[in-house]
Nanobody, 116 residues
Framework: QVQVVESGGCSVQPGGSLRLSCAAS????????MAWYRQAPGKQRDFLVS???????DYADSVKGRFTISKNVAFTTAYPQMNNLQPEDTAIYYC??????????WGEGTKVTVYS
């Protein structure tokens, strides 16, 4: 099993930016993708963005143009950059590591609050 740790969540004002981080506990051959989701209170967990070892990215329509994602060379860490945050972006943000199998490892989440 791969331990997944998210960080970077905090409180920001509308229009602000945050850079989150998702770190896998070790470099594992066979990581297919690292993906981010979010879950607001009382709502389902929604896909936001993903990145593959070759750098290919995929974005949900709701965040295109505001969110981007990058990774380190070893593909043990992924960094979603979130810009122009709004109150509706308030949620717990989760990282998922997808490995060959397919197997999935989730982190415990990091909280983002956007307040006026």
């Amino acid at each position: 099993q791969v331990q997944v740790v998210e960080s970077g969540g905090c409180s920001v004002q509308p229009g602000g930016s945050l850079r989150l981080s998702c770190a896998a506990s070790k470099s594992i051959v066979g990581i297919l993708a690292m993906a981010w989701y979010r879950q607001a209170p009382g709502k389902q967990r929604d896909f936001l963005v993903s990145i593959r070892p070759n750098g290919f990215t995929d974005y949900a329509d709701s965040v295109k143009g505001r969110f981007t994602i990058s990774k380190n060379v070893a593909f043990t860490t992924a960094y979603p950059q979130m810009n122009n945050l709004q109150p509706e972006d308030t949620a717990i943000y989760y990282c998922k590591v997808v490995r060959e199998g397919p197997l999935e490892d989730w982190g415990e989440g990091t909280k983002v609050t956007v307040y006026s």
